[in-house]
């Protein structure tokens, strides 16, 4: 009984919400072989009209957006950020924002607000990335594009 809550729970753990969404970018990005063949292609399914927070107005936009945030996930934030700032030629000061630090009562329930949020959006992506891998195949006309 013990073995079968576990795997339940390690179904739902963070890390592999990540690995599914990983896994679902990679399977998108194997699949789109042509991505300008995405501009300018709506994102008016049925499917997608539940995940309208992404929304960038083409397939495309999303394409870029969810390989945007798997190379987050894969190499780290801090590095993404300095990437992008050797791209645009900024510095790190200009950058520093000061943050408020929050008491250690606070941290375990910022934790888990923080952790519960994070696989929302990680499953919310993960749906989007299937949605786009699904909607290429049928653009390009791939049959037994269900799954």
Known sequence: MMQ?????NQKNSLFNAMNRFIGAVNNMDQTVMVPSLLRDV?????EEKEVTSF???DMYGSYVLLKSIRNDIEWGVLQAEERRKEKHGVTTTSLEVSRIEPNDKDLEKL??????????VL??????????TNRYKQEIGIGGCGN
């Open 4 to 8: 079968i809550c576990d795997s339940y």
């Open 42 to 46: 709506p994102l008016d399914q049925e």
């Open 55 to 57: 929304q960038d107005g």
């Open 111 to 120: 934790f888990h607000y923080h952790l519960s949020g994070l696989h929302t």
């Open 123 to 132: 499953a919310k992506l993960t749906r989007k990335a299937n949605t786009l």
